[in-house]
């Protein structure tokens, strides 16, 4: 009986001082708020656009998490993607399109409209 | 018998007289009222002429205005165009400043479709004035003509200041 309970206990101690985690797991970012990018070594310094959409304010902020040899850059995300950006300029140039035909549109009162002995 | 022929010829003579005063005077009473009818015409157009030159001399600056801002919106085509090709260059500080551009061209472009056939619809109203020799009118007319212009002049000032600094984007 003793050895039973003298075994257990060491079982129990082996289990709380290793842990039953891998001890090599980063913990992941906040699922909701953002995408994230993961990079290794040298890549660190890229950067890659992610989307978040609650992200509403200009300028962006990131936080970088290193654990070894990986860098995680977590990026709330407000930069336009290329795609957007030109969009957005094809809107601008369309709405100067639509404001030059507007000024060409503004109708004069012509000379014999103005001359009362004309009729 | 000569009496009667004498009454018949002297009647005859009163009449006729009188027949040629009251022509004369009739006459006369005409040609007053178109002396006067006259005098009031050149009254009237002395009176119009000024908003008559305002007209002109808006249209002239309207048509120098409408130049100018031609000039405006090819520079600032030009500059999209270069900004769409360049378009991952872009600074978010930028970005914003295209978004406020483009809602800034938005409010031009409806300010000045709110005039677009004032003036035509000024110039119907102006004839039938015309036509009628309603000087009233006619004045009216030509003062809302006036106000129209006034108003583009405006639109098309802030127009060409807002073109340009989306060229300078």
Known sequence: MRKIIV????????????????GSQVSKPNETSTKTTQQTG???NQQSETKDSTAKSAGSSTSNQTTGGTAIVAKSENIMSSRDKEELLNQVDKELDSLFSNIN??????DADLDLNQK | MKKIVSVILLSAILLTGNI????????????SKITQA???????????????????????????????????????????????????????????????????????????????GEIQKETLDLRTAKIEKNFDEVTNSLNSII???NARLEDLQRTISDLNKAANL
């Not at chain 2, 040629?20 to 040609?31: D, N, Y």
Request: glycine share 4%.
């Open chain 2, 147 to 149: 106000a129209v212009q």
């Open chain 2, 20 to 31: 040629a005063f009251a022509q004369g005077s009739t006459l006369s009473f005409v040609k």
């Open chain 2, 38 to 116: 006259k005098a009031d015409y050149r009254a009237k157009l002395t009176e119009i002429a000024p908003l008559q030159e305002k007209i002109r001399t808006d249209r002239t600056k309207i048509l120098s205005q409408k130049a100018e801002a031609r000039d405006a919106y090819n520079k600032a085509k030009s500059h999209i165009k270069e900004l769409i090709k360049n378009k991952d260059n872009l600074t978010p500080a930028q970005i914003e400043s295209i978004k406020e551009a483009l809602n800034v061209i938005k409010q031009d472009k409806q300010s000045l479709a709110g005039t677009i």
């Open chain 1, 42 to 44: 040298n890549d660190a």
């Open chain 1, 7 to 22: 075994m257990t206990t060491i079982i129990i101690l082996t289990l709380v001082l290793t842990g039953c985690g891998n």
């Open chain 1, 105 to 110: 549109n503004l109708e004069d009162a012509q």
